[in-house]
C-alpha cells in the first residue's frame, strides 16, 4: 500500500504577545497515514488546528518536530520536489482582484512552467469543466462567491497533481453551490485516481465524499476511522423502531450481524444497528421467519454529527481518552 501522506508525531507551537511570552500549541502529536487515491477527511470544530496541519502538509509553513513525508519524499529536504507535484485550494478563494477568470489561470499556468500551446489548452479544459465559460471575461471581484470558489478549484488542478489540498472548500457557500463543488471534487477523485485531503467542519460533506476521517479537536486526533466504523466504535447506529404482534426472539438478535444494542417492550422492539440500509431487510425478514408478525418499520439514521459530539463527549470528560 502506497501513502500519499505518511506524518509522525506533528506538533506546532505559536508564540505571540510581548517577548512571546503567550503559547497556543495548534498541534499536539499528530500522525496521520493517508492512501493514495482515497478522500480523507480532516473534520474539527474552528480553533482544531485543521488549517495549521494542512499548510504544514502543503511545505508552506514547517512544524515544530516530527516527521512527515509526501508522495514518498522527505517534506523538509524535498520540499521544492512536493510543490511540483501538489496543489491547494482554500474555501476563502483570494486572487488579485483586477484579473479576469481566465487570466487568473494563465498566471498560475505560467507560474507552473506551462509553455503557450499547452497552457491554453489546459485553461481552456479547466473553464469547461468548472463551466467558467460565461465568466471568463469577468474580473474576480465582481465574481460570486460560488464561482470564486470554482475558480480556486480550477487553479489547483493547473498542474495536474498527485495530491490535491482542500481546506474548508464549501466554507460560506448556498446549499445548491456546496453539493456542486463536491460533486465536483468526488467527480476529480473518481475520473483522475487523485488523492484528496479535505478538512471541513461540515458533517455531511464528510460522511458524502470521505474514505476515512479523522476527528481533530485541540490539536489532537481523537478518532479515525470510516463514517461507519466510528458509530460502531462508540457504540452508537441507526436505530430501527419495529412495532410488532406476538413474539421476538432475542436468540435471532443476538446472532444477527451488525446489531449493537436492543430493547423489547410491550409490541414494540427497538434495535440499534451499524447500518441500517445494509441490515433492515434482512433483520425484518429474519422476525417474519421467526413467527413475528411486523405492524410497522421506522428507522433513524445517525449522523457524524452525533459520533464527533459523543467523541467529544468523551474526551472532555477523560483527558488521556484518544482512539
Known sequence: MFLAIHAKEIHKTFQSGCWKKRKKAALQGIDLQVRQGEIFGILGPNGAGKTTLLSILSTLLLPDRGEIHILGLDSIREGHRIREMINLSSGNANFLWSLKVEEVLHFFGMLYGLSGKERKARVESLIQMFELGEHREVSFDRLSTGMKQRLSLAKSLMNDPALLLLDEPTVGLDPNVSIHIRNQIQMLQRSRGMTILLTTHNMKEAE??????????????????????????????????????????????????????????????????????????????????????????????????????????????DPSFCV
Open 208 to 317: 458524502f465524499l470521505c474514505d476515512r476521517i479523522a476527528f481533530l479537536k485541540e490539536g489532537r486526533i481523537q478518532a479515525l476511522g470510516t463514517a461507519q466504523s466510528l458509530k460502531k466504535m462508540i457504540r452508537i447506529g441507526d436505530l430501527i423502531k419495529i412495532q410488532y404482534r406476538g413474539e421476538v426472539m432475542e436468540e435471532s438478535l443476538l446472532r444477527f450481524e451488525g446489531v449493537i444494542n436492543y430493547s423489547i417492550s410491550d409490541g414494540l422492539c427497538e434495535i440499534m444497528v451499524d447500518d441500517a440500509e445494509k441490515r433492515v431487510g434482512s433483520l425484518i425478514a429474519q422476525l417474519v421467519r421467526d413467527g413475528t408478525h411486523i405492524q410497522n418499520v421506522n428507522v433513524e439514521q445517525t449522523n457524524l454529527e452525533d459520533v464527533f459530539v459523543q467523541f467529544s463527549k468523551e474526551v472532555d470528560s
